[in-house]
Every structure is written in structure tokens, then in C-alpha cells.
């Protein structure tokens, strides 16, 4: 049996090789350590958004139920008229404010 001197290099070349592909896609292929934290990282956002919007229909269903009851809760009717219906009261003061407007040289809307 004849040993084939450049035979181990190229065993251990192409080993290193493979070693270095697979611990690249697995720190940074589609399903890799830094994918798994993207997704723990979207995953928190996700829940906070949730609970804010379980606070919102809970907020909701609260107005719905008042104003479901016969006669409606007046105060739920009347926040509803000043926030969704812009109405006031006579005699509430009103507070008007204007918009800054661009200047004359600025097209692109932002006021500085």
C-alpha cells in the first residue's frame, strides 16, 4: 500500500471548508442565531402592540355597552360628539390654533 502524500491536505482543506460553510449558515443563514433574534426581537414588538390594542378594544366595548343601555350614559355621548363630531357646548370656549405655514422659498413642506 503506497501513502499519497498530497492526499491529507486536500482532506483537511476541503473539511475546513465545510466546517466554515455550515457555521456560516448557522450564525447567519435564513434559520441562523441571528435570524432566531430578529424574530425574539419582532416577537416582543408584536406583544406590546398587542396588549395595547386589547387595551383599545377593551376601551371600546366599554363605549359599546354604554352605549347600548337605554338611555345611553350621556357622558359616553358627549365624548363622543366633542372627539369624534367636533361639537361643543354652548358657551364653551373654543381654542382655535393655525398651522405654521411653509415659507415662500421652502417646497418641501417642512417648516424648520
Do not use: C, W
Amino acid at each position: 500500500m503506497t501513502k499519497m502524500p498530497g492526499r491529507l491536505p486536500l482532506v483537511l482543506l476541503g473539511s475546513l471548508l465545510a466546517t466554515t460553510y455550515f457555521v456560516h449558515h448557522g450564525v447567519s443563514g435564513t434559520h441562523g442565531l441571528i435570524a432566531k433574534d430578529r424574530l425574539i426581537s419582532r416577537s416582543s414588538d408584536l406583544e406590546r402592540e398587542m396588549a395595547v390594542l386589547e387595551a383599545v378594544r377593551s376601551r371600546l366595548r366599554q363605549d359599546v355597552a354604554a352605549l347600548r343601555s337605554n338611555p345611553p350614559a350621556p357622558d359616553v355621548v358627549e365624548e363622543i360628539a366633542r372627539s369624534a363630531l367636533g361639537m361643543v357646548r354652548p358657551g364653551d370656549r373654543l381654542v382655535l390654533r393655525q398651522l405654521p405655514t411653509a415659507p415662500a422659498g421652502n417646497m418641501s413642506g417642512v417648516v424648520p
